[in-house]
């Protein structure tokens, strides 16, 4: 298939999911054209040597990558982030008309900063069949202070035509499917095709001397929570729990963020000597981490927005093999519960995970290693790439059909009249 590919991050920035998708369908033997922005994700500027220009274009086998302008000026406000949609959406209806002539399907990774591009684009290339895949994009939510909501509005309407105009819609967790049907989408159209991780990187290690160093300090278990220390985890929670457990459990938390000088503060004022932090660490570090505890920790406050996510580290821990406590509720904890690879407990309940995290510990290592590989089975199984893929696949496929069959039906019809 000539496949058109529409998202609002690409690698270089953390985008991983349309960075895997589109080399591995152009691995397939597919031709993918994707049209993208100059990488400026999270700070908001235009990576170090990279330049904004008009033309732009990359080419590998089976894959042409074409970026064009937006604003970014690091900019963090309200207009200044509807600046960036706007003229991204702009800048992809001046190029994406030419760039995507003659694709088979467009398929468009659509998070809120790209529903205008797609609306636009959708408008101009006419009937090109369309797959949506509509990520877990709760840290992209327009926040409820935009002017009387307008904007909000604005973006809601573009979503609402994208799902209808969409041939296909994938989204990445049940509950995202049930808000889609909600809006009077048919639930034929959508599917739901979970996030992958980055399987070169988390897969099953064992720990090196270096990292048992840093995470342990003796054979107390311990649970570690690697990641973002910010709003969205709560991890007052975990330090609240893992202080009423005293030497029972070591709470190691990997990672920085906007929430960590009052989560340090925190353990100091609970005398919590069994809560350590570790600096940030390489992503290619993290599996021997990973190996070196006893449990990961996934931590997800109880948000209306954040009910339908579930945070990438969820697939890495179970991708490495290791077992799992989620302090969390919706798909994260279904995920975990039907997987059986740890143990789960409400969001934002300290006492109900100090529970956990005490019954975690009583649990024999040989118990401990059976749920990791449930786990890395449920990954392999239902999360990984290649099945992703599969199934992103498959959607394009059908999407294209659709458009096929459209195509000879208006040919005739035209014959006809």
Known sequence: MRIGM???????????????????????????????????????????????????ETRSRGLTVR??????????TVRGRMA????FAGSAALVGRRF???????????????????????????PVPLVLHVPDVWAEQVPEAIDDGRWAARVRAATLRTYRAASRVAV??????????????????????????DERIFRPVSAGPAARRLV?????????????????????????????????????????????RRVRGLAAELRADNV???????????????????????????????????????????SCGVPVVASAGGDTATLVERARAGLSCPPEDWASLADRLWLAAQIPAPARAEMGRRGREAYLREMSLPSGVDRIEELLREA????????????RTSRNA
């Open 67 to 76: 970026r064009v302008p937006r604003y970014s000026t690091g900019d963090v």
């Open 100 to 126: 995507l002539a003659g694709v088979d399907v467009l398929y468009v990774h659509q998070p809120p900063a790209a529903v205008f591009a797609s609306a636009a684009l959708l408008r101009l290339l006419g």
């Open 84 to 87: 960036s949609w706007l003229t």
């Open 400 to 411: 294209a059909a659709i458009g096929a069959r459209r195509a000879t039906e208006a040919e």
């Open 172 to 197: 990445t967790t049940p509950s995202l499917r049930d808000a889609v049907l909600a809006d009077g989408i048919d639930q034929a159209r959508v599917r739901v095709v979970l996030n992958w991780t």
């Open 276 to 318: 350590r932090f570790v600096d940030r660490r390489s992503p290619l570090d993290m599996p021997e981490l990973y190996a070196a505890a006893d449990y990961q920790l996934v931590m997800v406050r109880d948000l209306p927005e954040l009910r339908s996510s579930v945070p990438d580290k969820l697939q890495a821990a179970l």
């Open 6 to 56: 529409v998202t609002y991050h690409f690698p270089p920035e953390p985008a991983f999911i349309p960075g895997s998708l589109a080399e591995e369908l152009a691995a397939r033997g597919h031709e993918v054209r994707v049209l993208t922005g100059f990488p400026d994700y999270p700070g908001g500027h235009v990576y170090p040597g990279w330049r904004q220009r008009w033309h732009h």
């Open 216 to 260: 342990r300090r003796d054979e107390r278990c311990v649970v570690m929570h690697a990641g973002t220390i910010g709003a969205r985890q709560g991890l007052d929670t975990a330090v609240r729990a893992a202080a009423a457990l005293g030497e029972t459990v070591d709470l190691v938390l990997v990672g920085s963020g906007a929430d960590e």
